[in-house]
Structure formats: structure tokens, C-alpha cells
């Protein structure tokens, strides 16, 4: 049942929420990050990740999301704080919210931890610096069944709040790894996963003509610098998205999601 209600924003736990909403270093320390919205906490709690603290404002939330709160975590221990309005929009990260902010444990693993399927198919992002982006790319991920996203020296926290927002919550539902570049290549290598790289070189291969039935890592970089060219020199093969008009590149997310459907079409044929 809920505690009393916080009606101050000078309250220590609410300060504690701005830390952990601000600063990357915070979340890294505490071992936890922020989940708002009731669709992206149930797809949380259901790809088991463990909630330690739920903080509900009556008045955004109403009666039915503080019943679907309670049938998903009574019993388990779980902290319950009621925040006024006034307090909750201090420290709720987006417009319209719903009034409903966790504090959960993200789950961190390496890629020595990631069981691999007989037939991976990873997406592999090098230095993403764009929570949104890495939020996109981890939907497209969990709709086309993506074995894992790896990231190459990430310049953003994976488990940003704002990432696992744009993730809808697939933030938890599919395995995100932190690596280094040469960690990433051998493990490629070891496992022998094929690696292609998204970008534009005069080796370059439009990505229908290439085959993603195997083991298959797709790599891609960021929208402003694309790869860096020690990983494009070091993947099997460059791969493009032909462009028909103007412009020479697609959004990383979108041409992301591009390379993964083709990927997944192939293997489905």
C-alpha cells in the first residue's frame, strides 16, 4: 500500500529521482534508472526485471492504471510512494504522462553472458550518442526477434530513461550489451558471426545482393560520422541502402530497421 504522500519537492527521494534522471554517473553508481509510463513498466516487469520502487500521482494516473499497479505488484515488496501533482511533474521526463515513474534495476550483461542461438542475428551500433536512436533501434530489435544489440563504445547510457522511453519499454525485452570495438571483433570472429557494415566505400554492395541467413552482425554507426574506419577496415563487408534522391543517408534507426527486415525476410524464405 502507498507510504504518505510526497507533496514536496525538496523531499530526499525526490531529489534522489532527479540524480538518477540527469546524470548517467548516478545511474551507474545506484545500479538503477527510471521506467515512466504504465506500458513501459508492464513490459518490464514482464521481461522480469526487478522494480524496487513505484511513484504514483492519484490524480494522473486514476483508478484503473493504480489497479492494473496493484494487481502486477502487490505482494512483492515492491516500495509505493503517492506523489502530489505538482511534485510529480518536477521530476516526470515527458508531456502527457500517465503518472506512473519506477525505479528498476537494469539489467547488465556481457557478451560472454549472451547465450547465442545456433543462428544469431545482431545489430551492432558503434558510439550512439542519441537516446531516441537507441531507443528506436531496440523496437526494431524486439519486433524482428533480434538476437541482441551490441553497442561499440556507446557515448549515451544504454538504460538512458529517455532511451528505454523511446524504446516503449524493449529497453528490457531484448539483450543490450556495452562493449569495445576489438572486444566486439573478436568475439565475432570466435563465434564466427559475419560482419557488415553499413557504409559508403567503393566496396560497397547493395544490402539485397548480400546474404543474412547465417550468423549475421549488422554495423552501423552514427548519423553525423558513420563508422569509424578501424571498425568498417576490420567488418567482412561494406553493405549500402541505394539513395534515389538528394540526400546520401537514412536516419540510423531507419535504416536500421531496413537492414533487419531484409535480414529477417531472408531467413523466413
Known amino acids: 500500500m502507498p507510504l504518505d504522500p510526497i507533496t514536496s519537492p525538496q523531499n530526499p527521494r525526490i531529489k534522489n529521482l532527479l540524480k538518477l534522471q540527469q546524470k548517467s554517473s548516478e545511474r551507474r553508481a545506484q545500479g538503477l534508472t527510471i521506467v515512466e509510463g ?4 508492464t513490459i518490464a516487469h514482464g521481461a522480469g526485471v526487478a522494480v524496487t520502487a513505484l511513484f504514483i500521482c492519484p490524480d494522473l494516473a486514476g483508478a484503473q492504471h ?7 505488484f502487490g505482494g512483492q515488496g515492491v516500495e509505493w510512494f503517492e506523489v502530489s501533482r505538482a511534485v510529480f511533474e ?5 508531456e502527457g504522462s500517465d503518472g506512473v515513474l519506477a525505479l528498476v534495476k537494469p539489467p547488465l550483461l556481457t557478451l560472454e553472458e549472451l547465450p547465442l542461438p545456433a543462428n544469431p542475428l545482431l545489430l551492432v551500433l558503434e558510439a550512439v550518442e542519441k537516446p531516441g536512436n537507441l531507443g528506436a533501434i531496440l523496437r526494431t530489435a524486439d519486433a524482428a526477434q533480434a538476437t541482441a544489440v551490441i553497442v561499440c563504445d556507446p557515448r549515451t547510457d544504454l538504460f538512458n530513461p529517455n532511451a528505454i522511453r523511446s524504446s516503449i519499454g524493449c529497453s528490457f525485452t531484448v539483450p543490450t550489451i556495452a562493449t569495445s570495438r576489438p572486444e566486439l571483433l573478436a568475439w565475432c570472429r570466435h563465434h564466427g558471426i559475419r560482419t557488415y557494415a553499413a557504409a559508403l ?4 554492395v547493395p ?7 547465417g550468423p549475421t552482425a549488422l554495423v552501423m554507426g552514427t548519423e553525423a560520422d558513420g563508422l569509424t574506419p578501424e571498425l568498417m577496415q576490420a567488418c567482412d563487408q561494406t553493405i549500402i541502402i541505394p539513395m534515389r534522391g538528394a540526400i546520401d543517408s537514412l536516419n540510423v534507426s531507419t535504416a536500421t530497421a531496413i537492414l533487419t527486415f531484409e535480414a529477417v525476410r ?4
Do not use: H, I, P, S
Request: some cysteine; proline content about 0%; glycine content about 0%.
Open 38 to 41: 504504465l506500458r513501459e513498466l
Open 90 to 94: 518536477k521530476v516526470a521526463y515527458r
Open 66 to 72: 493504480q489497479q492494473a499497479l496493484r494487481e502486477l
Open 207 to 213: 544490402y539485397t545482393t548480400c546474404n543474412f541467413r
Open 266 to 269: 531472408q531467413r523466413e524464405v
Open 201 to 204: 566505400t567503393d566496396a560497397a
